[in-house]
């Protein structure tokens, strides 16, 4: 069983950054790769980005290419998410996941965390 809390969601400028965290317990965090999706009102669960579980590879949605790095501790079983020219279309709740392989659809992932809320404000 692996429990997953994501943290650092606020309020945030157009143009501004952020980093979220997702803190997870369970001794297999370090060979489970690890993904952050997000939800925007009246809209589906989408795949942002995801790490392998050794950090070795990533992936990324095209419009967070460039602008979102996601990277991994595992000494500290946490998964970051940095955030950087945010855009009022990053609104959305962020959630963290959890599988055994890098995978971009949520069904793909087994454990998620209970999200946080990015606002971004134009």
């Known amino acids: 069983q692996v429990q997953l809390v994501e943290s650092g969601g606020r309020l945030v400028q157009a143009g501004g950054s952020l980093r979220l965290s997702c803190a997870a317990s369970g001794r297999t965090f370090s060979t489970y790769a690890m993904g952050w999706f997000r939800q925007a009102p009246g809209k589906e669960r989408e795949f942002v980005a995801a790490?392998?579980?050794?950090?070795?590879?990533?992936a990324y949605e095209d419009s967070a290419k460039g602008r979102f790095t996601i990277s991994r501790d595992n000494a500290k079983n946490t998964v970051y998410l940095q955030m950087n020219s945010v855009k009022p279309e990053d609104t959305a709740v962020y959630y963290c996941?959890?599988?055994?392989?890098?995978?971009?659809?949520?069904?793909?992932?087994?454990?998620w965390g209970q999200g946080t809320q990015v606002t971004v404000s134009s």
């Open positions: 790490i392998s579980w050794n950090g070795g590879n990533t």
């Open positions: 996941a959890t599988g055994r392989y890098l995978r971009l659809r949520p069904d793909e992932y087994v454990y």
